[in-house]
């Protein structure tokens, strides 16, 4: 039997086991439908942010190639007329500009030219040995210290020209020294070859080819330096980018008196032998306002002097290619004594081109004619120093043209000494054995004896290569002079080589020993157009620099768009 105790658990059981609350979770209808919709919201968000994550993506994304697109209006709209109201002194705002250069390219959100857009060679011109991709160059000045070299080039250009650098640091004139006329989109400057110096330049060269020559995969050491100097690594040496050049503009200190021409050739010199191995182009500037004195050096002998002193550090450069040598002229020395001293400079020492133009010391009408400047910028005409802005373009224009047409013409040549063999009588000379006699003395001494036919007869059979046509007009003489007359037939002698007349000019035929010279022509270039007529003028390349402050980072772009629309139009 089983015990009562036992039957009363079993009673009891069922009883607990029927109030034990579910293991299933119990849903009341209002929870449920909050779990849901709290749900859908959820989604909802997480959809929505999706949203405007991917728009804030593509914002940032759209953003970051149009900022850096030198194509993008913002950079002239924006950029430059921020810049302007921020920095009042023109100087303040150049240096804040390069600084912000510096930076964006640093973190790789520079302005740069998008695509290849010289990739068709259109534009291609020859120069020194290199193809450059595009004529369009950026005038020294923009860059004095070459701390933006790399990211000018990006902007488009083919060909940028830091400095200029002077020996030892100076700090040029006193400020305020950069005077904004913006009515005009023009600038008067004094700056005075404010410069860090030769070396500073240098080690920030020096450490943009290491630099190269590390991401090339060459190593960071002198060996790997030396391979891009010699131009092993493919690149020209100082732009280090195909299609493309860099020039490194250099000048003597202010306290270095151009009255002491082997002072002056140490300065030049020694700027040579600290950065002649990183540079494409070396110019001499010899043409700025602002140093007194430096424009005397374009007098035919100091300049030669100088130039010579130059092309001979360069010889010695330590590199296997040697830069190019071009020395910079100022459009204030226009007169034809003065272009033609300068050319017969370029053509004795050897220099291979010649910059024209810089910042002039005269004041140009405003453009339009008859525009009234504000008061506030009229009184700044009255500033000292260089001019620089769109009313030069028809002055270097000008001097384009002379400068490119005296080359050519090359230096005058001497008549050569009197050889000292004995020569066939021709007419109008005499030969040894009868220094005084001439066909015209022939003709006069026997006229009488032989009468003028036979006379002219006599004396034309002694000329070299007498063709019997003339013979045959001469029979047509009548054989006394006394009937000789107006009508008589017209003798036609063969005319002989002479030698050039003192002075005379022959132009030279450009040889590989002997190049044709390069002309850069600066000054007043601001769009397409004007290029196009530079380059057609002669020159090699188009140089701007005002047209950068006013235009800002866009500038080479647009002016290279414009000349294959103007290509377009004449087509």
Not at 187 to 194: A, D, E, S, T
Not at 284 to 303: D, H, I, K, W, Y
């Amino acid at each position: 039997m089983i015990p009562a105790a036992q039957m009363r658990a079993l009673r009891v059981r069922p009883s607990i086991a029927r109030l034990r609350p579910s293991r299933r979770p119990f849903l009341h209808p209002t929870r449920h439908a909050s779990t849901v919709a709290t749900d859908a919201r959820s989604a909802a968000t997480r959809t929505k942010n999706l949203i405007y994550g991917t728009a804030l993506t593509l914002a940032l994304s759209f953003g970051y190639l149009y900022i850096t697109d030198t194509r993008a209006s913002v950079h002239e709209w924006l950029v430059v007329p921020a810049l302007r109201q921020i920095y009042p002194d023109g100087e303040d705002a150049h240096h804040a500009g390069t600084r912000i250069m510096k930076a964006l390219y640093s973190f790789g959100l520079h302005p740069r030219e998008r695509g290849n857009p010289d990739a068709a060679g259109d534009l291609e011109v020859e120069v020194f040995g290199h193809t450059l991709s595009n004529p369009i160059g950026t005038s020294a000045g923009l860059d004095k210290g070459a701390e933006i070299p790399t990211p000018t080039l990006l902007l488009g250009a083919g060909l940028v020209e830091v400095g200029a650098v002077t020996p030892l640091p100076q700090e040029g004139n006193p400020r305020p020294r950069v005077f904004r006329i913006p009515s005009q989109n023009a600038l008067i400057n004094r700056y005075g070859f404010n410069s860090e110096g030769a070396d500073m330049v240098a080690i920030r060269l020096r450490q943009r080819v290491r630099e190269f020559a590390y991401h090339a995969g060459l190593g960071l050491d002198e060996e790997a330096e030396r391979v891009v100097l010699d131009g092993e690594a493919g690149v020209p040496p100082g732009s280090l980018m195909p299609g493309r050049l860099m020039a490194v503009q250099i000048a003597k200190n202010k306290t270095t008196s151009e009255q002491d021409i082997e002072a002056v050739k140490r300065d030049y010199t020694k700027c040579v032998n600290i950065l002649g191995k990183y540079a494409d182009i070396i110019v001499v500037n010899v043409s700025s306002p602002n140093t007194p004195g430096l424009r005397a050096l374009q007098n035919v002998e100091p300049l030669t002097q100088l130039l010579s002193s130059v092309v001979e550090a360069v010889q010695s450069i330590d590199r296997k290619t040697k830069p190019a040598i071009m020395v910079k002229v100022s459009p204030d020395e226009d007169t034809e004594e003065q272009v033609s001293g300068i050319c017969e400079a370029v053509w004795d020492s050897g220099v291979d081109g010649v910059i024209v133009g810089n910042t002039t010391k005269k004041r140009p009408d405003p453009i339009p004619k008859g525009y009234v400047l504000p008061k506030g910028e009229a009184s700044i005409l009255l500033e000292q120093g260089g001019y620089s802005g769109p009313q030069m373009f028809e002055r270097t224009l000008t001097l384009v043209r002379r400068y490119r047409k005296t080359l050519d013409d090359g230096p005058k040549q001497l008549p050569p000494p009197p050889s000292e063999e004995p020569d066939i009588p021709i007419a109008g000379q005499s030969t040894g054995d009868e220094p005084d006699a001439s066909i015209l003395g022939k003709l006069e001494s026997s006229k009488a004896a032989s009468g003028a036919g036979d006379a002219v007869a006599s004396a034309v059979s002694s000329l070299p290569n007498a063709s019997a046509d003339l013979h045959d007009e001469l029979s047509m003489l009548p054989t006394n002079v006394d009937d000789l007359s107006e009508s008589a037939p017209t003798i036609k002698l063969p005319s002989p080589s002479l030698p050039p007349t003192e002075g005379e000019v022959v132009p030279p035929a450009p040889t590989p020993n002997n190049p044709r010279k390069v002309i850069f022509a600066t000054g007043g270039i601001t769009n397409g157009r004007q290029a196009r007529e530079i380059l057609d003028a002669g020159a090699s390349a188009a140089q701007v620099y005002t047209a950068m402050i006013y235009r800002g980072a866009g500038t080479i772009s647009r002016i290279k768009e414009e000349m294959r629309e103007e290509a377009k139009k004449k087509k």
